[in-house]
């Protein structure tokens, strides 16, 4: 019988038993493998193979600026194995996956190869970053919107405090119109990736805007040594088509890939997404020694079932698949090209990197349905058009600092402009009727970093540097008279179409503005006894940026005064910064269990919120959080490997919220109190959707080639909706699935199942007013009903939760293997018996 059958069966009763605290694979040890390869003949369902493995021995990482690492074959030094959880399971076990930077400044920092990545079973692209301890991954709309991230307890809206960076290029898109930070990963292809580096906190010089909560760098791969295709279909109507190969050519190699996915999903309105994806790379040398040049190219179109109330739901006249506004979705494009150039030596090492993209964006969404426009609804459309352009270039020396202890100094450069349309429009099924916002900006920015990496001693080593940011920018309103919001609303009982009057802001908010800040860094790490246990001691100065809009605008976009002119807003600066501080610990102690302990303090000038019935964000007052993170990994076998990360945290805002005082003090009057509007609507020190606790277990069975399992386990706790924690939302919990089998001709079929056990909870949730016509607060404010009303109820809408559903369970069937244009090759096709030869021997 097949050895790893006879292992799989063993464990059988253990995979469902084990959930809460299973566990991805992943390698983190300190040091670069390298080796041989010499022949050895096993037995493996009841036939002989002869195949090469490495023998594997440890040489010392070469010193290096993270994340510039050697793409070397990386092995589990302590077996000399070669693990599931190192190898593509898209190609088998070929592709040599770059090893971890040696010397991480921080307990929470990790390192996944793109082996790692790709082990997970992951239900949309961006789910793949959840391979990131603590980092939780959502969707509340279509299959082409940015997704929703939590990490540390910040509801990072679309990524407004989490930096996402591919290939040296930044996804998160400064002064966006749907939110900002807007980070889209749909376009990303995890099984191109060679590595994920994830930085929690804002402790690397390197780290800039949007790195409050943290990091995560991705990188894509400079060949492969085969290519590979490989077909998924599944319920719901999904397909995809996937393949990559590499060529030589020029003195270097071209690599490219490219996906066609769709997917319909269990709407009654089906999602319809389309999406095309190609990437070509050109690349010469190494990463830390050599140069490449990269385009992307992507296009996805999709129909959205965007959050609808609960209230309608639990009657179950409403269908918890249904959409109230059936004319939602969106498209995207993006375009790129970038170029990177790297050299090491042993006294120095440089990096070049340079890029340009070009995207757009139209998002049409209804959150409220009828509360701004009772009779035509309240779909709004969201436009971004953008060209960026940038470059970062760093330098390194490595010298003895005061005659014998080892040191580098760093010092870079960093720069970004974003040339953006960017708006906001009033529409009815996608046609675009009033005009709220209408901009044109220019923002750029440069950053001088430089830090300086010292060893002390062989038991302390010190990381000090600082980074200067200076942004710059202008905005023209460009909103015409014809085409800005009317007061009152169109639909609106007071609408007078013989006096019609426009709020026509757009002109006057336009304007330049500037701003700057120093954040100093510094990290300890201390190995008091051996080489197996650290200590870390992190502090640094984050910051994201604000919409540059906020920062000239002087005049409500939709509202009057009290006298009939312009509400005037309050002025927001440009630069929101943050403290950060943690103290943790990684040990090896216990053979083949890598454990890491963190506890961490995050201080917020000021948090971005997000305002449900306006489908934007505002900025808020400062908050606090702190909290602790704990990471297992064990792998006690060469086929079995467990994972178990939980982080918690206790998030509060600072001070008292006086404006959403005096509100509440208008629900509390005699004709609103009974409509129970007051009810989440008191002040409080809430952060609306932080999570406070974010835990993650997985289990992995298999080796390279034969049988391979893997079970994930995600827990999201429920959250405070409102600052007064009045609605919470459900708690989310979800396993899922992937079995399979890989021939060693890189061959491979597998199942994937999401949601296994049918989860009935909300992918997302919101608490925050809307209008639906059934309810009887909206046919008091159209006066159908004779009961008192006050305008501030009306105007809030039915509170209540709303929510996205997870999608129920469905299943994927993946088939791939080599792909090979040469005529001569003589790739094997699979055998497709010998997955099924167990069952003869063990008969």
Same mark, same amino acid.
């Given at each position: 019988m097949s050895s790893n059958w006879n292992r799989t069966v063993s464990v059988a009763a253990l995979m469902a038993s084990v959930f809460a605290s299973?566990?991805?694979?992943?390698?983190?040890?300190? @040091?670069?493998?390298? $080796? /041989?390869?010499?022949?050895?003949?096993?037995s493996h369902g009841g036939k +002989? /193979?002869?195949?090469?493995?490495?023998?594997?021995h440890a040489v010392p990482a070469p010193r290096s600026a993270s994340p510039i690492v050697t793409p070397v074959v990386v092995a589990e030094a302590n077996d000399g194995f070669d693990s599931s959880a190192q190898q593509n399971t898209a190609l088998g076990p070929k592709i040599d996956y770059p090893a971890p930077p040696k010397d991480m400044p921080s307990s929470s920092?990790?390192?996944?190869? $793109?082996?790692?990545?790709? @082990?997970?079973?992951?239900?949309?692209?961006g789910e793949a970053l959840e391979i990131v301890p603590g980092l939780a991954v959502t969707q509340h709309s279509g299959e082409g919107k940015a997704n929703q991230y939590y990490l540390r307890g910040f509801d990072l809206d679309h990524g407004t405090d989490l930096a996402l960076y591919l290939d040296g290029m930044p996804l998160n898109m400064r002064t966006h119109g749907h939110g900002q930070g807007y980070?889209?990963?749909?376009?990303?292809?995890?099984?191109?990736?060679?590595y994920i580096d994830a930085r929690k906190g804002p402790y690397n010089v390197e780290d800039g805007d949007f790195s409050n909560?943290?990091?995560?760098?991705?990188?894509?791969?400079?060949k492969v040594p085969q290519g590979v295709f490989s077909t998924t279909g599944g319920i719901f109507n999904y397909g995809r088509v996937f393949g990559m190969k590499s060529w030589e050519f020029a003195g270097g190699d071209i690599f490219g890939g490219g996906e066609i996915t769709t997917y319909d999903g269990p709407w009654l309105v089906p999602n319809n997404a389309r999406k095309i994806n190609a990437v070509l790379r050109w690349s010469q040398g190494e990463e830390n020694n050599g140069m490449s040049i990269t385009g992307m190219a992507f296009a996805n179109r999709w129909n959205s079932t965007d959050q609808i109330p609960t209230r309608i739901m639990d009657t179950g006249f409403f269908s918890r698949w249904g959409s109230l506004s059936p004319t939602d979705g969106g498209n995207f494009t993006r375009f790129s090209l970038s170029g990177r150039w790297a050299q090491e030596t042993a006294d120095y090492w440089s990096k070049v990197e340079a890029f340009a993209m070009h995207s757009t964006l139209n998002l049409y969404n209804n959150f409220t349905y009828f509360l701004s426009h009772p009779v035509i609804g309240d779909q709004f459309r969201q436009f971004d058009r953008r060209t960026m352009i940038g470059g970062n270039?760093?330098?390194?020396? +490595?010298?003895?600092?005061?005659?014998? +202890?080892?040191?580098?100094?760093?010092? $870079?450069?960093?720069?970004?402009?974003?040339?953006?349309?960017?708006?906001?429009?009033?529409?009815?099924?996608?046609?675009?009727?009033?005009? @709220?916002?209408?901009d044109h900006v220019s923002e750029g920015s440069i950053a001088l970093l430089t830090d300086v990496k010292t060893k002390w001693s062989p038991w302390l080593r010190t990381v000090v540097g600082a980074r200067w940011d200076y942004y710059w920018g202008s905005n023209q309103g460009l909103q015409a008279y014809w085409d800005s919001p009317l007061s009152p609303g169109l639909d609106s009982p007071g609408f007078d179409p013989t006096n019609p009057v426009r709020i026509w802001t757009g002109p006057l908010n336009s304007g330049t503005y500037n701003a700057q800040l120093i954040s100093p860094k510094a990290s300890v790490i201390i190995n008091p006894w051996d080489d197996k246990t650290d200590f870390y001691l992190n502090f640094g100065r984050g910051f994201h940026s604000n919409d540059f809009r906020a920062t000239t605008q002087r005049f409500a976009a939709t509202e009057l005064d009290d006298n009939g002119g312009y509400a005037s807003v309050p002025h927001n600066g440009l630069l929101s910064p943050s403290t950060g501080a943690e103290v943790g610990v990684k040990t090896r102690v216990i053979d083949k269990l890598e454990s890491a302990a963190t506890l961490f303090f995050i201080q917020t000038a000021q948090e971005n919120i997000f305002e449900g019935d306006s489908g934007n964000t505002v900025i808020a007052r400062g908050a606090n959080r702190i909290g602790v993170e704990l990471s297992n990994h064990y792998r006690p076998l060469s086929w079995l490997a467990f994972e178990g990360d939980v982080t918690a945290t206790h998030a509060r805002f600072r001070g008292f919220n006086w404006e959403q005082a005096n509100f509440y003090n208008e629900l509390l009057q005699p004709d609103a109190f009974p409509w129970f509007s007051w009810q989440g609507n008191a002040p409080g020190n809430y952060l609306v959707n932080a999570t406070p606790i974010v835990a993650?277990?997985?289990?992995?069975? $298999?080796?390279? @080639?034969?049988?391979f399992a893997n079970f994930k386990y995600r827990y999201i706790a429920p959250r405070a909706l409102t600052e007064d924690g009045f609605y919470k939302s459900p708690a989310i919990g979800t396993v899922n699935a992937r079995v399979g089998y890989r021939w060693k001709e890189g061959w491979k079929l597998q199942l994937d199942v999401f949601n296994m056990f049918n989860s009935r909870s909300q992918q997302i949730a919101y608490g925050y007013g809307s209008f639906l016509a059934t309810d009887p607060l909206f046919q008091a404010c159209a006066g159908a009903i004779p009961v008192p009303t006050t305008a501030a109820v009306c105007g809030l809408g039915q509170m209540g939760v709303v929510g996205h559903p997870i999608e129920r369970t469905s299943w994927r069937v993946t088939f791939g293997g080599p792909l090979d244009f040469d005529p001569r090759s003589t790739t094997k096709a699979p055998d497709l018996t010998e997955p099924f030869q167990f069952l003869k021997a063990w008969n």
């Open positions: 299973e566990a991805s694979a992943q390698t983190t040890l300190p @040091t670069i493998n390298v $080796g /041989h390869t010499h022949l050895v003949t096993h +002989k /193979h002869t195949h090469e493995v490495y023998h594997v920092q990790r390192f996944f190869t $793109g082996g790692q990545v790709n @082990t997970i079973p992951a239900f949309r692209p980070a889209d990963a749909n376009f990303v292809i995890p099984e191109m990736l060679a909560a943290g990091t995560i760098r991705m990188q894509y791969l400079r270039a760093y330098h390194a020396i +490595k010298f003895n600092l005061l005659g014998d +202890k080892e040191s580098e100094w760093r010092f $870079g450069f960093q720069s970004r402009y974003d040339d953006i349309r960017v708006g906001l429009q009033d529409t009815v099924q996608r046609t675009p009727y009033a005009t @709220t916002r209408n993650t277990g997985v289990i992995e069975l $298999g080796e390279a @080639t034969g049988y």
